[in-house]
């Protein structure tokens, strides 16, 4: 490159491997001789191929894939022709038949001949010669007779040959006929259809809190659960009040109620069973239907009717009425007239000790409203193997006025719920007279005795210890005792270490502990866990107001209670 001008340098018109890129260093400012100098380097197009990269890491990412080419690559030569199979394969199903050809308009092969016709009848014979002694030679034989142009008749045929034993082959599928007409419906329910698959397992559903009967003073949650009229309904929301199930902005029908199902089949008659050998007693008589029209004089005499009822048999008279004097005789009627009212029964005969004659059924009376007793009963036929018809339901029987036992009880409902919070126009109902000594009603904890306590002793709980403690409201600040901390009343009599149950709140009712209250008077803690009614006055004793009786107590009888709500705030008397 050295003594060459910029200028003289030639334009490449290809790129050849020996050819290269002068680089030239502008920052040269040299002057020679011949002009101004720059330092010039070359710089290759292509050198030698250099070694071989390594390989890339196993398993690494794939380039992506190259854009579908869009010229098609020559076919590959055909592979050999594969070695004959020496295995059939399965026959194809026989195809349908095809039509009926048209008719040949060339004579088939001619049939076999026939058998020969019967010979004709012979000629007379001529007279017999002497017997030859010496046997002639026999001539020769005539030339065969020419085929007879004419077909015999038709032998008879043959007899039935015997059944064969081997199926011939079956010949091809003929076409298939019209579809016949629809049978009628089946009177006959066919064989049940094998059940299917079980389908996928559902979602699990959201949980539903029964609550039992709906109420308007209830606040229910959203997906509490309720019965209305038979039918069920799930809340949609919360804090749903006085809102009737039906209501479809606050309810989900969950569970309609079910339609009255149709009556079951009458059960079998049980046989009749053997005749009693008691007699019931007879059921009262029923009320006399009307009489009937007065129908045309009879001019036959009818036989006599059955003897109506008898009425009921009035209060003996203790006075005997006159007797009537006797009317003048009428005429004899031709028509005969209503009968008149049965007498008075007479008293009844000696039983007979022949059956007469029973006398025709009169008619039925009314039902009777007042249900007879019943005869006992004979025992219990052998189970009827044919059900019966259903007989006439019965009168119902009048309402007993004597309670039949209670039946078992019936499984648990479901547990209640209590909203949380509370909800307005709701409360914790107290009971403010209790029954009996030892009784209370409110809020409680548990906790650990610190010494021998009774039911309505006042107790404060010690912090360093624990426990619970006798309240003392003489004792300093902190030591045991001290009636300035946490403040309860025992429910539970316990002694030292024993568990027992602290009420810090309520109404409770201790007639040994208590002494004689007047209604709605503050009371006061002692120096010996009891209560009093008198305020503190000694110096330096703890006042604190444990709550205020609420029965009056002016007799012996009267209930010892109070309502135990302690003040958490206390003074010191001075």
Partial sequence: MAGYKISELETLESLATEDFIPVVDASDHTQGAAGST??????????????????????????????????????GPSGPQGAASTVSGPSGPSGPSGPQGEASTVSGPSGPSGPSGPSGPSGPSGPSGANSTVSGPSGPSGPSGANSTVSGPSGPSGPQGAASTVSGPSGPSGPSGPSGPQGAASTVSGPSGPSGPSGPQGTAGAGVNWIGAWSDIVTYSEDDAVDYNGSSYVSKAGSNLNHLPTDTDYWDLW????????????????????????????????PSGPSGPQGAASTVSGPSGPSGPSGPSGAASTVSGPSGPSGPS???????????????????????????????????????????????????????????????????????????????????GPAGSFANPMTENTSI?????????????????????????AFGDVIVLDP????????????????DGDARGMIGMCVLAAADTQSTTILLMGVIKADTNFPAFTTGVPVYASTTGDVVVAQPTTTDYVIR?????????????????MFFNPSPDYTTHV
């Fill in 330 to 412: 009428g005429a004899n009627s031709t028509v005969s007239g209503p009968s008149g009212p049965s007498g008075p029964s007479g008293p009844s005969g000696a039983n007979s000790t022949v059956s007469g004659p029973s006398g025709p059924s009169g008619p039925s009376g009314a039902n009777s409203t007042v249900s007879g007793p019943s005869g006992p009963s004979g025992p219990s036929g052998a189970n009827s193997t044919v059900s019966g018809p259903s007989g006439p339901s019965g009168p119902s029987g009048a309402n007993s006025t004597v309670s039949g036992p209670s039946g078992p009880s019936g499984p648990s």
């Fill in 38 to 75: 720059k330092k010039i380097a070359a710089l290759e197009f292509a050198g030698p191929s250099g070694p071989a990269g390594p390989s890339g890491t196993p398993g690494g990412p794939s380039g992506p894939s190259g854009a579908d080419s869009t010229v098609s690559g020559p076919s």
């Fill in 464 to 479: 360093t210890a624990g426990k619970w403690l006798l309240a003392d409201i003489s004792a300093a600040a902190g030591a």
């Fill in 429 to 453: 109902g107290l009971d403010p007279s209790l029954s009996a000594d030892g009784k209370y009603t409110g809020i409680t904890i548990t906790g650990t005795a610190g010494a021998t306590m």
């Fill in 545 to 561: 107001v444990l709550g205020f009786t609420v029965v009056d107590d002016t007799s012996a009888t009267a209930p010892q209670s």
């Fill in 255 to 286: 569970v309609a109620k079910g339609d009255t199902g149709s009556t079951g089949p009458s059960g079998p008659s049980g046989p009749s069973g053997a005749n009693s050998t008691v007699s019931g007693p007879s059921g009262p008589s029923g």
